[in-house]
């Protein structure tokens, strides 16, 4: 089997890693779309395969995707994975994802084009569903752990895996995102639910808390703290039916119905879902509205939304201080083009606004990748989705590895 990573070996972002079998046959694992402005050569999408294999619903892992479902090429993916990129397509009026769906059930092994053997192990990750991979073919086995952590809501997928790991690894495909990045004050999930319970238990005003709709451990940790001090969250018509279309996996996810729950109903994504087929949806959100009932009591009521509402700011600042929690990666307020940047560093100074920065990573840190690798006790160690290649090889052999081999994009492997 011979492996080839189009891009990841230096950057985080634009993952594609591709597997060839003895036989011809080809698979590649992720088709995301780059983050790094630098290099946007993406020609690599129109080179022959015969299967793509999708770890998680970020943009960084699936973005081009649509550029191989058009050549009605198998795509397995998570059944959830695909509703969740498809809601995002909505909300943005865009066409939905088509193509030749396979659908990928976590610990079920499954065969790829009669040749790679594969089974997907559920990761923790600031997605509700998000893979890694056993591929094994022409008598080798490669693991590839998509993005993870430990630290999250799902942390106990991390340790059945480390409990039980694969044996007889030839490669890991191991990400490295964090490698010069720490957590600073928030470690965990439940780390970042008690600081905002601790703002917003004492607020006299509204509470912004800015995040991903889509990060629903995100999610759960305001929604816990507002139950813990007797809140209400609101939650845009987007971040609704994010919660709609997780429901049914989870069972003990939120539901827009529960008391401590509103919706705020922009009329501009309510236009998104005019279709007959979100009717029954209209009618539920509709009965959960939030009304006027922040202007009396905004005290009351946290918002958990992608972006913070000027208007509303505006026009609540009479009642006193506003909290604003940012609760994303640190790296968009530092990009000026971003609208992130843009909406959010002019409040930071504002004298009505209390800023916080409350937000724990997505992805593992150093002490949690070099416990993932000793579990898995892989022949060859390379690193992917990272823009510190050698501080990984570093890191590693500080605690022992000399398994950690540096590759370079675009170059072809035997294993």
């Not at 046959?25 to 299967?51: F, H, R, T």
């Not at 997605?127 to 993870?148: N, V």
Request: proline share 3%; with cysteine.
């Amino acid at each position: 089997m011979k492996v080839k990573i189009y891009r990841g070996t230096k950057e985080i972002g634009g993952t594609c890693v591709e597997l060839t079998a003895d036989n011809g046959k080809i698979l590649w694992i992720d088709l995301g779309s780059p983050l790094d402005s630098n290099n946007l050569d993406v020609s690599y999408v129109q080179n022959k395969v015969d299967a793509l294999l999708i770890s998680h619903p970020h943009q960084d892992h699936y973005g081009l995707m649509d550029a191989v479902s058009g050549r009605e090429i198998p795509i397995f993916i998570g059944q959830l994975s695909l509703d969740l990129i498809n809601a995002a397509k909505i909300f943005t009026a865009r066409k939905l994802s088509e193509g030749n769906f396979q659908f990928i059930l976590p610990y079920k092994p499954f065969l790829i084009a009669e040749t790679f053997k594969v089974k997907a192990f559920l990761t923790d990750h600031s997605t509700p569903e998000s893979f890694a991979f056993l591929i094994e073919a022409d008598g080798k086995q490669i693991f590839y752990s998509g993005d993870f952590r430990a630290t999250g809501r799902k942390k106990v997928v991390f340790e059945k895996l480390i409990d039980n790991p694969p044996e007889n690894i030839d490669l890991l495909l191991m990400e490295g995102t964090m490698v010069e990045r720490t957590n600073h004050l928030y470690e965990t999930e439940d780390s970042v639910e008690n600081a905002i319970l601790e703002i917003i238990s004492q607020q006299e005003n509204i509470t912004y808390v800015i995040s991903s709709g889509q990060n629903i451990d995100r999610f759960v940790s305001v929604f816990k703290a507002c139950r813990k001090a007797k809140k209400k969250i609101v939650i845009d018509v987007y971040s609704a039916w994010v919660l709609e279309m997780v429901a049914k996996v989870s069972k003990g996810i939120p539901k827009i119905e529960w008391e401590e729950i509103k919706i705020y109903l922009d009329k501009r994504q309510v236009d998104k879902i005019n279709h007959e087929s979100f009717n029954l949806f209209r009618k539920r959100i509709e009965k959960e509205t939030i009304g006027n009932d922040v202007f009396n009591k905004p005290f009351e009521f946290v918002y958990f939304s992608r972006r913070p509402n000027l208007g509303l700011i505006k026009n609540l600042q009479h009642h006193g201080v506003i909290n604003l929690i940012y609760s994303q990666w640190e790296g968009y307020l530092n990009d000026d083009t971003h609208y992130l940047a843009q909406l959010i560093n002019p409040l930071k100074n504002d004298k009505c606004i209390s800023y916080k920065h409350i937000h724990t990573s997505g992805h593992a840190t150093v002490p949690d990748l070099i416990k993932f690798a000793k579990a898995l006790t892989a022949k060859k160690i390379v690193p992917i989705h990272t823009a510190s290649r050698n501080k990984f090889k570093e890191e590693f052999e500080k605690v022992g590895f000399t398994s950690v081999d540096i590759w370079d994009d675009g170059k072809e492997y035997k294993l």
